[in-house]
Structures are given as structure tokens and as C-alpha cells.
């Protein structure tokens, strides 16, 4: 099966040329100029860029969480995400506590198998780290499943100690992977929390309120510490304070191995949102929290100076009803929200037509460093010979208006509802099948497959 993409503006990290694109089954077999090859599909992209596909590292899909489910399983989920030019994602798989790790990718394999429509793999969260469990990580890491979240934040949930997190780190010293963080101090917010609810402070917009900057900053700089101790590399997640992104400044500026990802929500939606009528500040419940828009200049600064390394979304959808389980108290409310869909969109718009970055560093950002940070990389994150073929063809001048009514998530409101942004996915190629022809989904649900991922190099 040959495919032959002709006319574009082929845009990598790094270049950026009119070129046209042959992919033979699953990969990319020769890129040149005016190429004159039989095809048995011929996609034009004149006036397009074409462009690696979407890396997105931070997704929940199908996950149980808060006292519900987030909305979009492994089905609707990929699909949203290859209709907004995702064409690999990276999912959190959850070991509960008195699970294996095996159980918890068991678990997870259950989910994603027959349904994904693009490739994924997984990152493993660990909730509780026994001495099987470290033994565990290895077996993992050998079957490519290369990073494990940890929690600093939802004390009796997920939120390990400071110890358990230290060997985790330990671990990846020998094993070659990679512990990813989520940097909230939960001690102090769990404090902060129910101070706020004993003075009968109930609304969405205090979850942000008990969520403070600085609480943010102080466990990133612990995890990035505890990982300095370690003398291995860290990844932040969902960094959204630019007093955390200090800290990762400070430690990179000392030659450290820490990065970081941001995510849109933190850099389009601000804390006034909490303050929407009528309940309306829950769609905008996550943790970390939103927060000021006079610090969003200091993330795309970030971003374009490379003291962050990565966009992806933290889409953890909830429909209003499971939101309104937190009607009477902030604390209920499911922390989560949908963007798999809109990421790539949101940030050309937002980040490239402003010139706060690049073109090159906008594919840099969304696939191809997230794309060697965790192991996939030279086989996904851009266009050369023999990577895969996951290419999105993708219009700098179309626009298009966000909005739950649609946008391809399953949830029934979105953060972004009515803002116009330009630059939109055309069609989208994953391992050289098409997955969306000009808008259209044309893609099978179980045609993605599951990534066995390398370790740091
Ligand atoms: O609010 C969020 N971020 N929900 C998803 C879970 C997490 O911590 O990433
Ligand atoms: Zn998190
Ligand atoms: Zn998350």
C-alpha cells in the first residue's frame, strides 16, 4: 500500500521545505521534491503543512477516579484525539493499593485492546511501593513501559512519602526509566481544604484557592531535590505555576536533568474562570489548579527557552452530572477536563500565529520531544525515512470554532466553548492508514497498537 502526500510544507523540529512525502504500508519510505511514483492514494496539501503526528503523554481515559469515570474510554477517547491530530498517546495506568503492577497492565490492556484507534502506551502510577513492587518497575521498564507516575498530592488516595518516592527514583537509576511527578504538596492542601469547608467555603472556585501556588512550587522543588539526591533524571507533569517553573529553571540552570510539560488549559484558561455563574467554575476543577493570567507569559517564556520540554493535555473528562457530585463542596467535584482534541489547534493559534514559538518549535513541543523524553523517538516525532508513517496534514489558515457540540470528546461541555482559533487537522495518517480524510473519521477502533517504549538513552 503506497500513499503519496504531495504539494505540503513538510515542517519537522528542525526544518521546515516544500516536499512531498511517500509512505509504503506502515512507514515513511522516501521524502523528495515533485515526487512522480504510482500511489494507490494520492492526498494533496497544497497550502498545508504536513507535519509528524501529535505525541500526547498525559491522557486518563476510562478511568475511575473521584467517585467516578472519566468520560472518554480508550474508543472515543483516540478518536477525538486523531480528529484534533494526536496520533500516539501515553496513558496512566493505576496500581491500586494491595495491586501488582502486572494487574494494574493487565487492567489497562483490557481497556485500550480492540478499541484504540491510535497507538498508545502506558505509564504506570504506583500508589503503594513494596519491595515486589520495586522488583516489579524492572520487569516493566524490560516490557516497555518505561515511566511511573507518582503522587505528591490526594493524601490516602495516591500520595506516596517521601521515602517510597526516593527508592522509586532510586529504581530508575538501574532500570532506565523514568519517574514522572505530580508536584503538589497534599499535606498542606489536604489542611488548607478542610479549613475552607469548616468556614463553610464550598464553591468550585476554592479548590483553587486551598491549591496554592507556592504549594505547587515547594514539591516541585522537593521531587526535583529528592531526584538531584538520586542522580537521576525527573519529569514534571502538568506543571501550571510559574513559581513551580522557577524551580525547574533554577535546577536546569545548574545542569540537572529535570523537565517539565505544561499543558494548554494552564496557558489559555486562567483562575477567573472559577469564578463562572451557576456552578460553572467545575469544568474547570483540575489539580493543579488554573491559575493567574499575569503568569501565563512566564510559561510560554518557558516554553520557548526550553526550561519546559513538552505540551500534552491531562484530558481527564467528567460530564456536568459527575461534576455536580461536588454541588455542596468543592473537595467532590472530579478533578478533570477534557482536551485530548484540542490541543494541537490551541497551540498553533495561540502560541505560533502570536510568535511566542515557533513553528518548529511548536512540532518540537507536541511530538517530537515529548517523543524522546519517553522512547519513542526516531519511530514516532517526525519525518524521516523509516519512522512511521503518522503524518498530519494539517491547515495554518482554516478556523474553527470550539465547541462541545462538534468537537469529538465524550463530554458534554468544553473548557473553550465558542473561541474561534486558526489552524486546523485536515487528515491525519496513523502507520500510513488513514484515520480522518478531510475531517471525515475513517479509522477502526482496535487498529491502534500498544508501544513498547525504550528507555532513556
Ligand atoms: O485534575 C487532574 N489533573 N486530573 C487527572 C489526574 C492527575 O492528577 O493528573
Ligand atoms: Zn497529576
Ligand atoms: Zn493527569
Not at 23 to 45: F, H
Request: with cysteine; charged share 25%.
Amino acid at each position: 500500500m503506497r500513499t503519496l502526500i504531495k504539494n505540503g510544507t513538510v515542517v519537522t523540529a528542525t526544518d521546515q521545505y516544500a516536499g512531498d512525502v511517500l509512505v509504503e504500508d506502515e512507514k515513511i519510505a522516501l521524502i523528495g521534491t515533485s515526487l512522480d511514483i504510482q500511489a494507490d492514494n494520492v492526498i494533496d496539501a497544497s497550502g498545508k503543512y504536513v507535519l509528524p503526528g501529535g505525541i500526547d503523554v498525559h491522557t486518563h481515559l476510562d478511568m475511575p477516579f473521584g467517585g467516578a469515570t472519566s468520560a472518554d474510554d480508550f474508543e472515543t477517547g483516540t478518536r477525538a484525539a486523531a480528529f484534533g491530530g494526536t496520533t500516539s498517546i501515553v496513558d496512566f495506568a493505576i496500581q491500586y493499593r494491595g495491586q501488582t503492577l502486572h494487574d494494574a497492565w493487565e487492567a489497562w490492556t483490557k481497556k485500550a485492546d480492540g478499541k484504540a484507534v491510535i497507538d498508545y502506551g502506558f505509564h504506570m502510577i504506583i500508589t503503594e511501593l513494596t519491595d515486589q513492587v520495586e522488583g516489579e518497575m524492572d520487569a516493566l521498564v524490560r516490557q516497555g513501559i518505561t515511566s511511573f507516575k507518582l503522587f505528591m498530592a490526594y493524601p490516602g488516595v495516591f500520595m506516596l512519602d517521601d521515602a517510597s518516592i526516593f527508592k522509586a527514583l532510586l529504581r530508575t537509576g538501574t532500570n532506565g526509566g523514568t519517574i514522572c511527578m505530580h508536584a503538589e504538596n497534599g499535606g498542606v492542601i489536604d489542611v488548607l481544604v478542610q479549613r475552607a469547608l469548616a468556614a463553610g467555603k464550598r464553591a468550585p472556585k476554592y479548590h483553587a484557592l486551598t491549591r496554592p501556588a507556592r504549594a505547587e512550587a515547594e514539591a516541585t522543588h522537593r521531587a526535583i531535590a529528592l531526584a538531584e539526591i538520586a542522580d537521576v533524571p525527573i519529569y514534571i507533569v502538568h506543571l501550571s505555576a510559574a513559581e513551580a517553573l522557577e524551580m525547574v529553571t533554577e535546577a536546569r540552570d545548574r545542569g540537572l536533568p529535570a523537565f517539565a510539560e505544561t499543558c494548554p488549559q494552564y496557558l489559555f484558561l486562567s483562575y477567573d474562570n472559577y469564578e463562572e455563574p451557576d456552578f460553572g467554575g467545575s469544568k474547570y476543577v483540575m489539580s493543579p489548579p488554573l491559575r493567574d493570567k499575569a503568569k501565563q507569559d512566564q510559561l510560554w517564556r518557558g516554553l520557548a527557552f526550553n526550561d519546559l520540554q513538552a505540551i500534552a493535555t491531562d484530558h481527564c473528562p467528567f460530564c456536568m452530572k459527575e461534576k455536580r457530585l461536588g454541588q455542596d463542596d468543592f473537595s467532590k467535584i472530579p478533578n478533570g477536563a477534557p482536551g485530548i482534541e484540542t490541543r494541537m489547534s490551541l497551540v498553533y493559534d495561540g502560541g505560533v500565529r502570536t510568535g511566542r514559538i515557533s513553528l518548529n518549535r511548536f512540532v518540537e513541543l507536541t511530538s517530537t520531544s515529548p517523543a524522546k523524553i519517553f522512547g519513542l523517538f526516531p519511530r514516532k516525532g517526525t519525518i524521516a525515512p523509516g519512522s512511521d508513517a503518522d503524518i498530519v496534514v494539517f491547515d495554518p489558515n482554516r478556523t474553527i470554532t470550539l465547541s462541545a457540540k462538534t468537537l469529538h470528546m465524550n463530554v458534554d461541555y468544553n473548557p473553550y466553548e465558542g473561541r474561534q482559533v486558526t489552524g486546523a487537522t485536515d487528515t491525519v495518517l496513523s502507520r500510513g492508514r488513514l484515520v480522518i480524510e478531510n475531517g471525515t473519521f475513517v479509522g477502526r477502533a482496535g487498529a491502534g497498537s500498544f508501544l513498547k517504549r525504550a528507555t532513556r538513552s
